[in-house]
């Protein structure tokens, strides 16, 4: 018995040790949150967070003490590697105690008040996504990996720029919508759309959305300079909850700016519009993530892991197939659509050597021709 116990606690001990030290990590970032909220929490949140604030202290609470938990799990059970992961995590929970601990409270900026970035986002989401998705695809795998797979880091930065920036990119986004379509804009058909059931105005926003990035999408893998950027979502060679991160921000941009003329134009309600947004952020890590379930009654319906999975394939079957984010049937529609019972074999794009690092993958769509023979070849001279 005890040969097999000690692989398993040594198992045990590692994923311990690094989650402390993800943890830990963490909580400094939220640390810094509840100390300079005025300048890194997103301004739109802030009232609710005000409101719940022993709420969000509980949080912070509980996070401290299982980093040092999990840090003197990792310390009591691994060997020396892995033990200085956990020593890595009680120290990150020893400077966040330092910095206020669950107490910590504000302090004054002054006049450094015209921009705020979104760390709080950040923070959360990983947070939340990480509790969900890491116990779900190691319990349900599809491909064997490691959890911290090559190319983690590179895509917890986009994750990071993603989140941490999510007003300027919001912002940006919508101007393309208020310049352009201005001139399209109903204020009475505008009361007649806001006026319908929540669940309708939803489920709208769903069809014309989709798309409409159906067809920025599909652009973005036949145009080759739209394609240097896309490439960057396309070129990991492994999936789970976080590839979904890795999208160059000229591709997140674009697509944004596509993704809000319906909604510009059709003026649905608020409330539709903050579900929606719940649901897509929710929904688009999941279709990425490295999970066998394949949904047998729901697959034609909305996209599920398998159909995404199939449009970041890179056996030859599955190229320039399944541009829709969410229904299946636009690709239906406009002959794209590739769902056999299996899944892909391979992913990442044949011929292409990824950037190998955060900065290499924002520039190289700037300057490199070798992307332009990737995905596409017959649409490039
Ligand atoms: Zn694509
Ligand atoms: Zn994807």
Known sequence: ???????????????????????????????????????????????LY????????AILQVSIFATFVLGAIGII??????????LLGITFGVVAMAMGGPQAQALDVGAM??????????????????????PVEALFWLHRQKVLRHGWQIDLKHFF???????????????????????????????????????????????????????????????????????????STEMDWLAGSRIHPVDALLTRAVAFIPVFVLGFAPAALYSYLVFVSFHAVFIHANV???F???????STPQYHHWHHASDAEGLDKNFAQFLPLWDRLFGTVHLPPGWPRRYGIDHFQAPQSYLEQLVSPFRSRKLLQAQDPDGIQ
Do not use: N
């Not at 059970?77 to 956990?86: E, K, Q």
């Not at 979104?118 to 509790?131: M, N, P, R, S």
């Not at 036949?222 to 960057?232: E, T, V």
């Open 161 to 235: 720029v993603s989140h941490a920036g999510v007003q300027l990119l919001s912002f940006a986004a919508l101007i393309p919508a208020q310049v352009l379509f201005s001139w399209a804009v109903q204020p009475d058909f505008q009361r007649v759309i806001a006026a319908q059931p929540l669940w309708l105005q939803f489920m709208e926003m769903i069809a014309l959305v989709d798309l409409a990035t159906y067809w920025i999408h599909r652009a973005f893998h036949h145009i080759p300079w739209l394609w240097r950027f896309h490439a960057i979502h396309h070129c």
């Open 292 to 294: 066998r379930w394949r």
């Open 50 to 57: 005000k409101a719940h604030i022993d709420l969000c202290r």
């Open 296 to 302: 047998p009654g729901l697959r034609w319906v909305i």
């Open 1 to 47: 018995m005890a040969p097999l116990i000690a692989p398993l606690l040594i198992a045990i001990g590692k994923r311990a040790a690094l989650s402390s030290a993800l943890l830990g990590a963490l909580c400094i970032v939220a640390e810094l949150c509840f100390l300079l909220p005025e300048l890194l929490v997103t301004r739109d949140a802030l009232p």
């Open 77 to 86: 059970v691994t060997r020396m590697r892995t033990r200085r992961l956990g």
């Open 113 to 134: 008040r015209f921009w705020s970035a979104g760390l709080d986002y950040f923070v959360l989401e990983l947070l939340v996504l990480g509790v969900i998705f890491i």
